[in-house]
């Protein structure tokens, strides 16, 4: 079952933060979040284990709260690069993943 | 190190022909995965293949099927193709199968830049 992300869209501008929620109806092993930009592949971010580890990237951080069964990225002091759509990816043998939200950071 | 590589990138068939799609995993990872990616969604899980047997199916019709090879790379044939077949294709690779468990670092999957498939 796939996860859900909320919201589906956000425009920022530079330096401003955001935060993405990815949610699922089920127990998970981990979290996966991906960005793609639009014509390329999802480009891995980072993976969030039970347990509570964490592993950002750049100025992306993530959470993971396992009873909720809920994920959070967190984009702090957005960059242009930052654009593009966010997938979470929540798995259980194989990685399900929500309909992306898309992030659009402006000058 | 090459990443994970499809072939080919973009290509157009008719209604009801086949198609093949091709996926090199990257060097030493034995696990591949195949994604389907409509405009606008996101990745659709099709086939997990490990050390050449099947690991999981999504939820797609027996006209989708795969395989693996010896060196790990793999096929992924779509037959009696439909216009809803037009999408992108994702190959993934991963160092781990996805049953030995959250907490190997192996389990991230590497996407590779896709195989774009129009059915007109």
């Known amino acids: 079952q796939q996860p859900v992300q909320s919201p589906q869209a956000v425009i920022l501008r530079e330096g401003e933060d955001a935060v993405i929620n990815c949610s699922s109806s089920?127990?998970?092993?981990?979290v996966h979040w991906y960005r793609q930009k639009h014509g390329e592949a999802p480009v891995f971010l980072m993976i969030?284990?039970?347990?509570?580890e964490q592993k950002g990237h750049e100025k992306i951080s993530a959470s993971f709260n396992e009873k909720k069964q809920q994920s959070s990225l967190y984009l702090t002091a957005s960059q242009l690069s930052y654009s593009g759509t966010y997938f979470c990816?929540?798995?259980?043998?194989?990685?399900?993943f929500g309909a992306g939200t898309t992030v659009t950071v402006r000058a | 190190d090459a990443g994970v590589t499809q072939s080919p990138t973009h290509l157009i068939k008719t209604r009801g022909q086949h198609v093949t799609l091709r996926c090199s995993p990257i060097?030493?990872?034995?696990?591949v995965s195949w994604y389907q990616q409509v405009l606008g969604q996101g990745p659709q899980f099709i086939f997990q293949y490990y050390e050449k047997e099947e690991r999981g199916r999504g939820n797609f019709p027996d006209r989708f099927s795969a395989r693996q090879f010896p060196n790990y790379s793999s096929e992924l044939n779509v037959n009696a193709l439909l216009l809803g077949d037009s999408a992108l294709y994702l190959c993934?690779?991963?160092?781990?199968?996805?049953?030995?468990?959250?907490?190997?670092?192996?389990?991230?999957?590497?996407f590779g830049e896709g195989s774009w498939l129009t059915v007109v």
């Open positions: 060097s030493g990872h034995k696990s």
């Open positions: 993934a690779s991963s160092l781990a199968p996805p049953d030995r468990g959250p907490f190997i670092p192996g389990n991230t999957i590497y």
């Open positions: 969030l284990l039970k347990g509570g």
């Open positions: 990816g929540t798995e259980l043998y194989k990685l399900s």
């Open positions: 089920k127990a998970l092993y981990s």
